[in-house]
Structure formats: structure tokens, C-alpha cells
């Protein structure tokens, strides 16, 4: 049974760019959450999705998008990138009826130059 | 605001020698605990979890948490630690609010064990 997947590993973009990064959930589970991590921080959560839709967003600016599709995978885009927007990107599965227990995967490392 | 207080940022123990690390969270309402794990070159990884009981639970690999509800802690021991307990240890709190969830992590700790 594959756990949560993540692609790309690393990308490395420039400043003004877009990126999409994308997630498998863990099988059976259908919620996932995004978090970005900088380094020596702990992850800050960003958005969850649920059944298609945007159902909680931390503090995090609208150039923070994101999709989920019917299979419960998931996208995360970031518009206009700046160069605080180096970091770890973490997606998080969780499965129906959970009590709050998520399963991370590897993330994606960002870097922007 | 919600948030995860982790006290150590570094802590450096030899072999054997006991751990205890302090987890504080602000929240007044119901939450679940939990202790994530991330050891080199790896995923976070999910060490424990508090949803409700015994406050006083187990995980893997000989760790244990006791959860005190009137100091609004978390904290997480282990009796003896070993050279592969190297890591970065991550105190996160669910609290729930109008009935959807996400995980506030504390800053987390490294931890390093020397043989």
C-alpha cells in the first residue's frame, strides 16, 4: 500500500515564476492538507481539501492556490513567486471520519532564486 | 491564536541518558496530540497520539506522552535513548474549529544522540 506521494522531489525556480506541485493521497483516504515548512520551522498549515473544495486556509496570500481532483489527489500552485517561498512543501492525507491523525508524504523541496 | 510551544530547540544526550521533551499548546477547545518524528533524509512520521482516556500514551519505538490537561502540555519522554533516536522531533496539536481540522506544529527540536 503506497503512502503519500509527492512530485517533483526538488524544483528550483526564479522569482516572478509559477509552480505546480502535486499529490497522491495515501489509498482510502480522501482529505489532503498542504503545509510549508522553511527551514527550521515547523510545517505551517496552508489549505485543505475536501471533496473538491477549499475547506480551511491558514494565513497564507491568494497567490496560494490549490485543487483537488475526484480521484482525491491534489495540486498546489503558487503564482508570482517570491524568494520567501523557498521551503519544503508538505502534503498530508487523512482518511473518512479521521480524528485529526494525518499521514505526510516526502514533500517537495522549492527553491527560488 | 492557536499555537505550539516546543521549549528545546537543540538538545544533545548520550546513549542511555533519559529524554523529556516540553510541548505546550494554546487552545481552549477540544484537540487531539500528537508527536510526529522526522529523521534524516525522511518523512515526517507519526510517533504518538492523544485523543482522549488515558492521558498518559504510547508509541513506537519506546516512547511515551503524557497529556495534562490543566497545563496545556504535552510532553514526551523516553526512558533511554539510542544513537538512532537522532532526529527532529515535531509536537503538533488538531484543533478542531467549525467542524474541520489541521495540525499546528510546534518549531520542533533536534535532537542528537551520541554514542
Known amino acids: 500500500d503506497a503512502g503519500v506521494t509527492q512530485s517533483p522531489t526538488h524544483l528550483i525556480k526564479t522569482r516572478g515564476q509559477q509552480v505546480t506541485l502535486r499529490c497522491s493521497p495515501k489509498?482510502?483516504?480522501?482529505?489532503v492538507s498542504w503545509y510549508q515548512q522553511a527551514l527550521g520551522q515547523g510545517p505551517q498549515f496552508i489549505f485543505q481539501?475536501?471533496?473538491?473544495?477549499?475547506?480551511q486556509r491558514g494565513n497564507f496570500p491568494d497567490r496560494f492556490s490549490g485543487h483537488q481532483f475526484p480521484n482525491y489527489s491534489s495540486e498546489l500552485n503558487v503564482n508570482a513567486l517570491l524568494l520567501g517561498d523557498s521551503a519544503l512543501y508538505l502534503c498530508?492525507?487523512?482518511?473518512?471520519?479521521?480524528?485529526?491523525?494525518?499521514?505526510f508524504g516526502p514533500g517537495t523541496r522549492l527553491t527560488v532564486l | 491564536a492557536q499555537s505550539v510551544s516546543q521549549h528545546n530547540h537543540h538538545v544533545i544526550l548520550s546513549e542511555a541518558a533519559s529524554l523529556e521533551l516540553g510541548c505546550n499548546y494554546s487552545?481552549?477547545?477540544?484537540?487531539?496530540l500528537f508527536w510526529y518524528v522526522q529523521y534524516p533524509g525522511q518523512h515526517l512520521q507519526l510517533l504518538l497520539k492523544?485523543?482522549?482516556?488515558?492521558?498518559l500514551v504510547k508509541g513506537i519505538k519506546g516512547f511515551e506522552a503524557e497529556f495534562i490537561k490543566s497545563k496545556f502540555s504535552f510532553n514526551l519522554r523516553k526512558p533511554s535513548v539510542q544513537w538512532s533516536d537522532t532526529a527532529e522531533y515535531f509536537c503538533?496539536?488538531?484543533?478542531?474549529?467549525?467542524?474541520?481540522?489541521?495540525?499546528?506544529f510546534g518549531a520542533g527540536t533536534r535532537l542528537a544522540v551520541h554514542p
Open positions: 503538533a496539536v488538531n484543533a478542531f474549529s467549525g467542524g474541520y481540522n489541521k495540525l499546528i
Open positions: 498530508a492525507s487523512s482518511p473518512p471520519q479521521g480524528r485529526g491523525e494525518q499521514f
Open positions: 489509498s482510502g483516504h480522501d482529505t
Open positions: 481539501y475536501y471533496e473538491e473544495e477549499e475547506r
Open positions: 487552545y481552549g477547545g477540544t484537540v487531539n
Open positions: 492523544y485523543f482522549s482516556g488515558d492521558p
